[in-house]
């Protein structure tokens, strides 16, 4: 009665790009005639179009009145969209990219705010849609996304290099690669499109791979850097969990250092029904009592991958939801909110998180 009670609502709000809306477990996700593939949203994806989205398609990072634009926002969007098969809003993306965050040297823009694009980019950015460009090359038979997944690629190599190893940025302004390596930067995939399209070579991909892939655990944690100048790791006193899930989510199946952090997100999960955004490195108790929906849907994303048991997956998933807003009735229903704001990341990749548990079939 209570889900029929909340469909009622929901069809009779005035939304815009509603049509309908069907349940899904105990969320409600709404159809769109925006939507070309005539799929339901999902909840944060309603709130995405309806409380970050601009009116040219942007997705601002926050409900500044000054709001920023970012790369990582673009990309995650990307990924999620290909996920969802949504040619059209991908199509839309595509053009924004090129428009506005694709810089001269073909490099992607880390942020645009006030109309100015900053002159640096972030290696994973422009990785993740370089890979996100090419995966839709394959689905849709598009030489366009093939022909500027190249381009990015070739400036990644060109520019986005110090000493053999992709670093974290390019600087335009002092035109100079960054020293150092953020290992949850490291992304295998997108050294595999590299050296398909003929831009690096086996031994380039292994060598910076290897940085993620040999670096060693220091009390079941993963160095934050790596410098391409010592060729040293270094390990933060305070390990930001955001980033332990990110490297590890971009190791392998299996692999060894995978399951020994995937054994100390199920006991701290399962300890205490929570994992906390910042732990201490030496005694791994809780560094900040604050949670993250980040956090939970990274963890989700790799225990999927890590093919671990899908209860405790599910569990995560559900705590995930915890922070999201599903009362209809409620301005920002769809979102993740901390207090009276959000932040683009803290909904699209929950979102994108939900998507691939969706397709996976982990949760229903």
């Not at 899904?24 to 309603?46: F, H, M, V």
């Not at 086996?202 to 791979?209: D, W, Y």
């Not at 971009?250 to 250092?257: C, F, I, T, V």
Request: with cysteine; proline share 3%.
């Amino acid at each position: 009665m209570r889900h029929v009670l909340v469909a009622a609502i929901l069809c009779c709000l005035s939304i815009g790009l509603s049509a309908g809306c069907v349940e899904a477990g105990n969320k409600i996700l709404y159809q769109s005639e925006a939507d070309r593939n005539t799929r339901p949203l999902q909840p944060a994806e309603y709130f995405i179009y309806h409380n970050l989205m601009n009116d040219q398609g942007l997705i601002k990072t926050d409900f500044s009145d000054q709001p920023s634009y970012l790369s990582e926002s673009i990309g995650l969007w990307m990924e999620f969209l290909i996920s969802r098969q949504d040619a059209s809003h991908f199509q839309e993306q595509y053009q924004h990219l090129t428009d506005s965050f694709l810089l001269n040297h073909q490099l992607v823009t880390w942020k645009i705010q006030n109309g100015q694009a900053s002159g640096t980019n972030a290696l994973i950015d422009d990785m993740r849609i370089m890979v996100s460009l090419d995966q839709a090359a394959a689905l849709w038979g598009s030489s366009q996304y093939e022909k500027t997944a190249r381009d990015i690629g070739t400036a990644l190599k060109t520019y986005n290099m110090y000493n053999g190893m992709f670093t974290d940025f390019y600087d335009s302004a002092s035109q100079a690669a960054s020293k150092d390596v953020t290992l949850s930067y490291v992304m295998p995939d997108a050294l595999a499109v590299l050296k398909k399209y003929g831009i690096i070579d086996e031994e380039t991909v292994q060598r910076n791979a290897d940085v993620l892939y040999l670096a060693p655990l220091k009390n079941g944690f993963l160095p934050k850097t790596y410098s391409a100048e010592s060729k040293q790791y270094k390990y933060d006193s305070e390990v930001n969990v955001i980033d332990q899930l990110y490297a590890a989510w971009h190791l392998p199946e299996g692999n060894e250092k995978a399951a020994v952090i995937a054994e100390w997100v199920k006991k701290e999960f399962q300890a205490n029904g929570k994992l906390y955004g910042r732990y201490s490195a030496d005694t791994k108790e809780p560094a900040v009592q604050y949670e993250s929906p980040s956090v939970y849907a990274l963890a989700a994303l790799f225990l999927a991958k890590q093919h671990e048991d899908s209860s405790v997956i599910k569990a995560i998933y559900d705590r995930m939801n915890d922070f999201e807003i599903l009362d209809p009735a409620k301005p920002y229903y769809g979102g993740y909110m901390s207090g009276s704001d959000t932040h683009s990341f803290d909904n699209l990749l929950p979102l994108l998180a939900e998507r691939k548990l969706f397709n996976e079939t982990i949760i229903q």
